[in-house]
Every structure is written in C-alpha cells, then in structure tokens.
C-alpha cells in the first residue's frame, strides 16, 4: 500500500511542480502532494507495527534501519518540491 501511495504523492508533486510552471492554480496539488506523502508515512508506520505485532524481528532489524533514513530524506524531498512554488511566488512578489 506504501508504494501505491507514494507514487501518487511523487506524481502530484510533479503536477504541482508543472502546474506552477504553466501558469495555472498549483495549490490542490501542492496538498495532494504533501498529503500522499503523509500517508505513505502513516502506511509505512502501519508496516512497521504489524512486524512489532507478530514479533518479526528479523524484518524489522533488516529493513527499518534503511527505512527510517529513506523516509526522513524522501519527506524532506517531497516537502521541498512541494513548496518551492510558493517560495518562488513570494520572492516573485518582492
């Protein structure tokens, strides 16, 4: 389910992204974005406490380590891109 949502949330960053360079209201996208990551996130949390449930502790020491620093820099990505319109219009208004 994680893969399913973070592709979405990568491509409604990039219609947000191309939305904001043809001109046209960026904003639903930019929350679609921010909110497919959000959910990717919970859905990887989710994941991660079945694993604890049935004490899959080979799972969680081989995939989680990796994980938790993918997921910080996929986050920090996705938040970047996400905004970067919005900081780009303001500097534009300056």
């Known amino acids: 389910m994680w893969i399913g949502l973070g592709l979405i949330a990568i491509v409604a960053t990039f219609m947000n992204l191309y939305m904001y360079g043809a001109g046209k209201d960026y904003k639903l996208a930019m929350a679609m974005g921010l909110s497919f990551t959000a959910l990717t996130l919970v859905a990887q949390y989710s994941m991660v ?10 799972a969680l020491l081989d995939v989680v380590p990796t994980m938790e620093t993918a997921l910080w820099v996929l986050t920090i990505i996705s938040i970047l891109l996400n905004i970067t319109p919005t900081l780009l219009e303001l500097k534009n208004k300056k």
Request: aromatic share 20%; net charge negative; proline share 0%.
């Open 49 to 58: 406490s079945n694993w604890v449930k049935v004490e899959d502790w080979s």
